[in-house]
Nanobody, 126 residues
Framework: QVQLVESGGGLVQAGGSLRLSCAASGRTLSSYAMGWFRQAPGKEREFVVA????????YYTDSVKGRFTISKDNAKNTVSLQMNNLKSEDTAVYYC???????????????????WGQGTQVTVSS
């Protein structure tokens, strides 16, 4: 079983940056594909970005392309999300998730993910 803990959220002005981290324990992340999802008040949890178990393959939702960057450090058992040029519509609770993957692929469907962190709040003021 994998335990995930997110950190790095906070309040930032529009146009600013934040770096989220997801630290894993219990299992090595080298066998897991990872994803970041977010949930705004009154909305469903939505996909943001995913990365394959090796870290070599990534997939971003259109609204964050060119602004967000995901990275995975299997040696440190962490996944990070660098968020630049933040917009008010990025305001949400951000969750990292893990899926034990048999292949080096990414997954954008939240039902695929077995393990979730508790989330970290990101608030972007305009």
């Amino acid at each position: 079983q994998v335990q995930l803990v997110e950190s790095g959220g906070g309040l930032v002005q529009a146009g600013g940056s934040l770096r989220l981290s997801c630290a894993a324990s219990g299992r090595t992340l080298s066998s897991y594909a990872m994803g970041w999802f977010r949930q705004a008040p009154g909305k469903e949890r939505e996909f943001v970005v995913a990365i394959s178990r090796s870290g070599g393959n990534t997939y971003y939702t259109d609204s964050v392309k060119g602004r967000f960057t995901i990275s995975k450090d299997n040696a440190k058992n962490t996944v990070s999300l660098q968020m630049n040029n933040l917009k008010s519509e990025d305001t949400a609770v951000y969750y990292c998730a893990a899926h034990p993957a048999a292949s080096d692929y990414y997954y954008s469907t939240k039902s695929v993910y077995e393990y979730w962190g508790q989330g970290t709040q990101v608030t972007v003021s305009s």
